[in-house]
């Protein structure tokens, strides 16, 4: 039911999205985490340890166990009165019985307490799960909005080589180029024409793979929202926070950290479940019987009343003090408390790869920020060249070599520009992240 709800969801917000006329960054994230077969593995793996820490509180009710046989004797048997007989019988026998832990050495304690630090962690390797999908489609989202700026670009240098073809055209009717210079622009065209067939190519696969990575089959209809890159840009080119103050956040929230200091709490449980095997166990039992004796050739009493004459009740506590193991459980309190040395050192281990990734993080954002205001200066400069060249090729005071030339550094720094700034708005999503933005915030 679960699954149908889910699918019924999915489609719903596919119609949403298509209404509006395209998919926002939110909405590939929301998609995915709805569809992504890893994350409903990992959703499963909590419902798992819900059932284990459901076991684990039910070790405290008693058990209550039935029992019922029948027996056929030849010869000398036992009779209901404890008297061999030398007679054949049949005998019928009921019980029912139960046990009530009373003391476990706090063993059934213990599970329970590491049962809801498993849970937890399961919780949060969910909640991992989606951290890290959600990143990868920020990233593949981003290469299709990129791919659409190299499209632009192609298509605006594409519709410049037109027009250069038809002004060439007319120098060269009125003499003021050779027709050579034609033939120049017409090539130029023609590579133009070629490029915008390749940026076309990089968008389709560039949606393919967000697609893929969202398990969505309908390629065709699919399109992403357009944006205002420049919107996206971090304001004033400051970053939100510092490492240090990305790091402490991220200690308090990620979920990989919580995840493995909930695992060395639990391990730390398991150290006193083998504990307990050091102490008395102390149980309480009940249990109730009665049977049914049917000699051969005999006049036996009804089923009724030696049911009633042949019942017995029986309460009792039992109590199991270990002396010597095997040195079983000495060797497991060993083992317990080493996989606690194991855990602590994997969060040590998962807090020094956090610092280390949010350290990588921020300066990847400051060296995608200076390259990203290099590239616009470039981009400027060669904007300004370009226009003059432009001027001088319509006045015929220059050639098609040169203006193609400038035409190419501008087509060049304009497409650097474009990788440079989407470079760095992803570098700023991924460090706003660790200080707690979502990627899905403009």
């Known amino acids: 039911m679960k699954r149908i709800i889910t699918i019924v969801l999915s489609v719903l917000r596919y119609i949403l999205v298509s209404a509006q ?3 926002t960054l939110e909405q590939c994230i929301e998609y995915a985490v709805a569809n992504n077969i890893q994350i409903q ?10 059932i284990t820490l459901q ?3 039910m070790a405290y009710l008693p058990d209550l166990s039935a029992g019922i046989g029948q027996n056929f004797s030849f010869g000398r048997a036992t009779g209901q009165d404890n008297v061999i007989l030398n007679q054949s019988q049949a005998s019928t026998s009921l019980n029912v019985g139960t046990t009530i832990p009373l003391f476990t050495g706090l063993r059934n304690l213990n599970q329970i307490r590491g049962g809801k630090l498993d849970l937890k962690a399961a919780i949060s390797d969910l909640e991992k799960a989606k951290e890290d999908l959600a990143l990868n489609v920020t990233a593949y989202y981003l290469q299709v909005l990129y791919t659409n700026a190299l499209h632009g670009i192609a298509v605006e240098q594409l519709k410049l080589s037109t027009e250069q073809v038809l002004r060439t055209r007319v120098l060269v009717e009125s003499g003021k180029l050779s027709e050579s210079e034609l033939y120049e622009t017409l090539a130029q065209q023609a590579l133009d024409q070629q490029t915008v067939t390749e940026t076309n190519n990089s968008k389709m696969l560039a949606r393919l793979d967000l697609c893929q990575l969202l398990n969505f089959t309908n390629l065709e209809s699919f399109q992403v929202a357009e944006l205002d890159a420049t919107a996206m ?8 926070s510092t490492p240090e103050n990305a790091y402490n956040y991220s200690l308090a929230h990620r979920p990989a950290i919580a995840a493995a200091e909930s695992r060395v709490e639990s391990s730390k449980k398991d150290i006193r479940i083998a504990q307990s095997a050091f102490y008395p166990q102390l149980s309480f039992n009940a249990s109730y019987g009665t049977g049914y004796y049917h000699l051969y050739n005999y006049n036996n009493p009804s089923f009724g009343q030696q049911f009633r004459n042949n019942g017995s009740e029986v ?4 109590l199991s003090i270990p002396l ?8 497991s309190v060993k083992r317990a408390r080493l996989s606690t040395i194991n855990r602590e050192l994997e969060l040590e281990s998962s807090k ?11 300066y990847n954002a400051i060296a995608a920020k200076d390259k990203y205001l290099a590239a616009r200066e470039t981009s400027k400069a060669s904007r300004i060249a370009f226009e003059l060249e432009d001027t001088k090729y319509s006045n015929g005071r220059s050639t098609a070599f040169d203006y193609n030339n400038a035409k190419t550094r501008l087509e060049k720094a304009e497409a650097e520009m474009a990788q440079a700034q989407f470079e760095y708005i992803f570098r700023c999503k ?4 660790y200080s707690g933005t979502p990627l899905s915030r403009k």
């Open 41 to 50: 593995q990992a959703q499963l793996q909590v419902e798992n340890q819900e």
């Open 430 to 433: 991924i460090f706003d992240f």
């Open 315 to 318: 309460l009792g506590l039992s």
């Open 352 to 362: 020094q790869t956090l610092y280390k990734e949010i350290q990588s993080a921020y």
């Open 233 to 240: 840009m971090p304001s004033e080119y400051h970053l939100s």
């Open 21 to 23: 006329g395209g998919w």
């Open 324 to 331: 010597f193991d095997r040195m079983v459980t000495i060797n």
């Open 55 to 57: 076991t684990n509180k």
